[in-house]
Nanobody, 123 residues
Framework: QVQLAESGGGLVQAGASLRLSCATS????????MAWFRQAPGMEREFVAS???????DYADSVRGRFTISRDYTKNTAYLQMDNLKPEDTAIYYC?????????????????WGRGTQVTVSS
């Protein structure tokens, strides 16, 4: 069993920064992708960023240049540094591990999820 736990969300003003953390524990795969998704009220869960085991990252167009994903392999933790936040970034943010190889952008291909952390950006 794999457990993921997000932290670091909060309420900030537009233009501010936040750093989210995702700690993993349990029987994680030997090499695995970590990804961040977000879901706003009434919206589909959408891909934000991912990083495969080798460190190659992928970003949604809406966050590229503002968000940075990173991983600390010694701590089994992934991070999402979010800069220049906008009101449209408001959502619950989830970290996830896929059940397939690579770094899929479809949330349906992810088997393990955290419970999410709320990010609210006021204008």
């Amino acid at each position: 069993q794999v457990q993921l736990a997000e932290s670091g969300g909060g309420l900030v003003q537009a233009g501010a920064s936040l750093r989210l953390s995702c700690a993993t524990s349990g029987r994680t795969p030997n090499t695995y992708t970590m990804a961040w998704f977000r879901q706003a009220p009434g919206m589909e869960r959408e891909f934000v960023a991912s990083m495969i085991w080798s460190g190659v990252a992928d970003y949604a167009d809406s966050v590229r240049g503002r968000f940075t994903i990173s991983r600390d392999y010694t701590k089994n933790t992934a991070y999402l540094q979010m800069d220049n936040l906008k009101p449209e970034d408001t959502a619950i943010y989830y970290c996830a591990i896929p059940g397939v190889g690579g770094a899929p952008r479809s949330h349906q291909l992810y088997d393990y999820w955290g419970r999410g952390t709320q990010v609210t950006v006021s204008s």
